[in-house]
Every structure is written in C-alpha cells, then in structure tokens.
C-alpha cells in the first residue's frame, strides 16, 4: 500500500454536462518544458525578506505590470504581517503549468490588508525546488510514529503542502528529527496520510508552533496523483469520478469553480 490513499469524490449522476469541460482543455502538464511564466491575477505570491529564511507572507495578486505587483489576502486567511517601507523583499510564485516565477523588489505598502512591490525585477535561479509548494489552510492531525492505530490525534493546522512535504501550525511542543504521521484535508478529496520527519521547528508565540515536515518518498504514482490535485486547487478545478457498474472509480472529466 502507498503512502497515501488516492483521491475520489463522486458527483450525482444527473449533473449537467455543459458545466464539465473537456479534458484536453485542462489537461494537467507539469513539464517545466513548456515555456509560459506568466503572471496572472488571483496567481498565489510568497514573499520573504531579503536575507531570510522565514517567509514573510503569502497573498494574491490583485494588480501588476512590469514594475509593480499588488497582494491581498487569501481567502480564509487573517492579517498579513507588516514589513518596513523601502526594505527588500524576494518573491515567489508557480505559473499555470507550475513552473516557479522568481522576483526581487522594493516594498512600496504593507498593512495588514495589501502589500504592494515595487522596481521589480525578474530573477533567474538555477537551483530551483523541484515540489510546487501550495499555501493552503486545511484541518490536519499529527500522531506518533508508534500510533499505527491513530488513537491519539494531535489537531493542527496545515500552512502549505508539497510533494516533498508540508507545514503546519499546532498547539504541540515536537523536537527536530522527530517522526510522525500526518493525515490532511484537502478541499472535499479523500484524507491523505503520510509518513513524515521533522526538520524545522518555529516558535510562532501565545503557545503557538510550526513545523516544516519532510515526507517519507512518495512513489512516482503517488508523487503525480498529489501534484495534479495541487495544481486543480491552485486553478479551482475539480476532478470529477463516476463509479463503473463493478463500483470500480474512472475519471470522467473536470469542471471549474465559478
């Protein structure tokens, strides 16, 4: 058995077909081939200081040329965090076929609502993380690595999530190395369980700890199957299933939120 349990929801059959679309047209490419970089409104940034290994936000992008992008909060998420005027940041965001944009610039507003860049520049990096990172607020539950039964949960937070591995927030005091089982929620899918190490501790204050948590290796199957579901929350597509008349599940197509 792998590490996680592949994803299945089941739509009524009665549902209307106009609003599936055709799968060619949102058909999932990962291919860092394919030459698109472009930014886009709604497009998710993580920004960071200059200097600092701690992001310093994650918002959307509400405006943006060559010069300027404009952010704002994510759906669901509280205040951003303010930064100083003029202090340099970097950014980071995933085009639509996942491919990361790099930028440098200049902050020009931060309050707890917008943040704006400006004199932004273009970067490129030849050492690029190979996991699309997706910040994604969802429920998550930690448990020991002995705790083959899950009887004693841990509710937390989940932050952000990857192939290579995710972030969450908890109330829980856990050590660096430490081992655990993690079971997340994404959207309305199947809960994924993983096998995961821990190899960032953050105090985040008032009780409050995250941890950066590195999966055990995926299988190539799974690695897909995790990395397309990333991508259909990062675009608002759904995957859509229909039990054959075996009960066996097929993909029957995709449709977008609107």
């Not at 497009?43 to 992008?69: C, F, W, Y």
């Not at 899950?150 to 927030?169: A, K, M, W, Y």
Request: proline share 3%; with cysteine; net charge negative.
């Amino acid at each position: 058995m792998g590490i996680f349990s592949f994803f299945s929801r089941e739509r009524e059959d009665d549902e209307d077909e106009d609003e599936l679309l055709e799968e060619e047209e949102v058909q999932y490419v990962p291919s860092r081939e394919a030459s698109s970089g472009q930014v886009y409104k709604g497009m998710q940034i993580e920004v960071t200081l200059k200097d600092s290994r701690e992001p310093l936000l994650t918002g959307q992008i509400t405006e943006h040329n060559a010069a300027v992008i404009a952010l704002a909060r994510l759906p669901g998420e509280l205040s951003f965090k303010t930064a100083p005027l003029g202090a340099d940041v970097s950014l980071v965001g995933y085009d639509k076929r996942l491919v990361p944009i790099h930028f440098s610039g200049t902050i020009e507003e931060s309050t707890r609502t917008s943040f704006r860049v400006k004199n932004l520049k273009r970067e490129v990096h030849t050492e690029v993380r190979d996991n699309f990172r997706l910040p994604y607020s969802a429920p998550a539950t930690l448990y020991r690595q002995e705790d083959t039964l899950f009887t004693t949960p841990e509710e937390c937070q989940l932050v952000d999530i990857s192939t290579g591995g995710c972030c969450v927030q908890t109330d829980y005091v856990h050590m660096e190395d430490e081992i655990l089982r993690i079971r997340v929620k994404l959207d309305d899918y199947t809960p994924l369980t993983f096998l995961g190490q821990i190899v960032r501790c953050m105090e985040r204050g008032e009780g409050k700890f995250r941890y950066g948590i590195l999966f055990a290796q995926l299988t190539e199957r799974e690695t897909d199957s995790l990395n397309k579901t990333l991508y259909n929350l990062q675009m608002g597509i759904r995957e859509t299933h229909r039990r054959t008349s075996g009960g066996s599940w097929y993909n029957s197509g995709y449709y977008r939120d609107d």
